[in-house]
């Protein structure tokens, strides 16, 4: 196994995909788990190699749209994800969100699913913001995302913007309840938090969480101390799904991908069985942040 | 009317915290004429120091903030005998190169040492919120304005009347005049930098528990620096605090006004627009040449 560094861009991604194209000469690609760096790498797929790449947190609905024949993806994508999780807050009494993004190819994509997907349901969107990634500040638009008075707030960022979004969000005492997707309910951003507790009551559409049916969640934490990151987890199955792809098309390249159209495993995570367009769907885990926990409230099948 | 004050508020606190950063570097190049891409990361080094003071060590918030000041002016002497030293008196492609090198041994090291994943550093004052009116802000933000108040007027009043503050003035006017004098040139470089560190270190100290220690955490707020810097006229200090906080109230205005989409390219936009009419920046005066 070798390591590329895709700097969670296009750029990097890119030359990630080159070095283990090119230089590495890889049968197979785990990744990106960033879609700015799949979005940026997936290209390169095109250029003979016959190398696959198999996202496994890349949510963009543009990747597996695109129509690259070497492009899979078996985490779910935010269009998926949106079908259930629209009707979810609109089940939950919400008449009106105002939707706040990581200015990225993840929250941009997120952001243009949602702005579709609420209004169907009669969910009016007030107004989209983006931020920068690492933006230390959000006052000022949660300021202004306030004075609109919506009933919630759908968030699309990574866990230390989500921290910093529920730790300014109890300073400016914005009382809107808080939609998510990427991450708000992991350890890493309940830890930024300071006060796991200010979270309480954000509910995030996750295509990962930790559940019993889960064995390598607790074996993982058995042998290093710690619960896997949700990419690490997905990394894991992505593994397992080249595993059944081989074991059906064999380990030449051409094998994989051949193997990877005859997949047809149940996960721990879910089914995974790739449609016309290499897309997977596994099971959706809508989690809600509890006395400062994060629970699992329902699992929803997808396919 | 409510709005509007909160977001002067808003404004001016993004600004207090991109001023604490700037000045630092608009201080090494107003008196030693050095461009300090590393600054940021001195920033992002005051907040591990901090972070392991607080959670490592186990000493309050009020004994950890200073002692991170202190420790960094002791990282400001190192920076000084390592770095400054060696290249203040070389052409400024090598201070570009060495400074920039630095940056990214820096953040590398912070990566290879504490992982990717940022820390939380808890301060006592993020939990007490001050509730004025229709507005709410942290006491940790309060602490962070008048951070910047008193330690902006301890400059200004250390710059214009102490001994020291003379030499460092008379010296970013012209060092080998300032030499000739009797002026120990090596000093006043070695208090520059011990200066400007502490800077970072009052930054690092006050500003991150607001937001999350990691070693990439200085990217962002080191580009408004930078352009405040730019803005404010190169090497003046005045002018890159005035800078700064123009910087966080355009912000502010822009995320109110228009779109928090076009922030960046407002700030930026005006950056350029300011130096198209004024190319020596808001504070900055022309040199001639030759």
Known sequence: MVIADDECTPAGGASAFRNLLEVQQVDVILGSGCSGATLGGMPALLEGAEVSAITYGSTNPKITSAGNPFMWRMNLNDATIAKSFSQYILDDGVKS????????????????????????????????????????????????????????ILFFGEPPDCALLVRQKRELNIDVKLFSRGGCYTDEALHLMGDPKLGNGLTEAAYWARTPEQPMVEAFKA????????????????????????????????????????????????????????????????????????KVLKTVTTH | MDLLFTQLLNGLTAGAEYALVAAGLALLFGILQIVNFAHGEFYMLAAFILYVLLA??????????????????????????????????????????????????????????????PRYVESPLNN?????????????????????????????????????????????????????????????????????????????????????????????????????????????????????????????ASTTLISTEYTDAIVFGGMILILLFRPNGLFGKAVRVG
């Not at chain 1, 209004?119 to 006052?139: H, I, M, N, Q, Y």
């Not at chain 2, 190192?78 to 953040?107: C, D, E, G, K, N």
């Open chain 2, 56 to 117: 490592v060590v186990g000493l309050p918030y009020y004994a950890a903030a200073p002692l991170t000041v202190l420790l960094m002016a002791c990282a400001g002497v190192l920076f000084y005998a390592i770095v400054i030293s060696r290249v203040i008196s070389r052409p400024w492609q090598i201070q570009l190169i060495s400074t920039l090198a630095l940056s990214i041994v820096m953040i590398n090291l912070a990566i290879v040492l504490s992982g990717p994943t």
């Open chain 1, 97 to 152: 969100v105002h939707i706040l993004s990581v200015n990225n190819d993840f929250g941009r994509g997120a952001a243009d699913v949602y702005q579709k997907s609420l209004p169907e349901l009669d969910v009016e969107v007030k107004g989209s913001d983006f931020f920068t990634t690492g933006t230390a500040d959000l006052r000022s638009m949660m300021s202004k995302i306030a004075q609109g008075k919506p009933d919630a």
């Open chain 1, 223 to 294: 042998t290093y101390g710690d619960y896997p990151a949700y990419n690490a987890a997905l990394a894991y199955y992505a593994m397992l799904t080249v595993n059944e792809a081989v074991k059906a098309g064999g380990a030449s390249r051409e094998g994989i991908n051949k193997g990877l159209a005859e997949v047809d495993a149940v996960l721990d995570i879910g089914p995974i069985k790739f449609d016309e367009t290499r897309q997977a769907y596994p099971n959706l885990f809508l989690v809600r942040i509890d006395d400062g926990e994060s």
């Open chain 2, 128 to 252: 007490v919120i001050l509730d004025l009116g229709s507005v709410r802000i942290s006491a940790q933000r309060v602490l962070v304005l008048l951070g910047t108040i008193v330690s902006f007027a301890a400059l200004y009043l250390g710059l214009k009347y102490t001994r020291t503050g003379k030499a460092m003035r008379a010296v970013a006017q012209n060092r080998e005049a300032a030499a000739v004098v009797g002026i120990g040139v090596p000093v006043i470089g070695l208090v520059t930098t011990v200066v400007a560190a502490s800077f970072a270190g009052l930054a690092g100290a006050l500003i991150a528990p607001l937001y999350a220690v990691g070693p990439t955490m200085a990217v962002l707020v080191n580009i408004k620096a930078f352009a405040a810097v730019i803005v404010g006229g190169f090497g003046n200090v005045k002018g890159a605090i005035v800078a700064a906080f123009v910087i966080g109230l355009l912000e502010a």
